[in-house]
């Protein structure tokens, strides 16, 4: 499933307040389900260059494992993958002008169960 309240601000890796709030719900809904184990998918919009995208989206997907295991959730029931801007929402990529709002889209992690 998505979370599209998981959402970054321009190149930082930073959990927000609101993304906190959806974070929490994920929390809860592991807390109920202890046998699952998570993907959380991270992502970037097409500014800066792909290597950088790439290490940025880890860094994004890494911040939200953390994140949750503060509150109390088992490492091992988490996976980060980083996929950088190769699987943009919208038509934003090299070279196409967007609005803040359409990288905004881009920029969020997904959760996805994987157990």
């Not at 260059?49 to 509150?71: E, K």
């Amino acid at each position: 499933f998505v979370i599209k309240n998981i959402l970054y601000d321009f190149d930082d890796a930073k959990i927000r307040p609101d993304a906190a709030i959806e974070l929490d719900r994920v929390v809860a809904f592991l807390e109920t389900n202890p046998n699952l184990r998570i993907e959380l998918s991270s992502h970037t919009d097409s500014r800066g260059n792909n290597a950088y995208n790439l290490s940025l989206s880890q860094r994004r997907a890494q911040s939200a494992v953390d994140y949750i295991v503060t509150r109390g959730i088992s490492r091992h029931r988490l996976v980060a993958k980083g996929y950088g801007e190769t699987k943009l929402v919208n038509g934003c990529s090299d070279g196409v002008e967007c609005t803040e709002d359409q990288h905004q889209e881009n920029r969020r992690t997904e959760i996805k169960i994987i157990e």
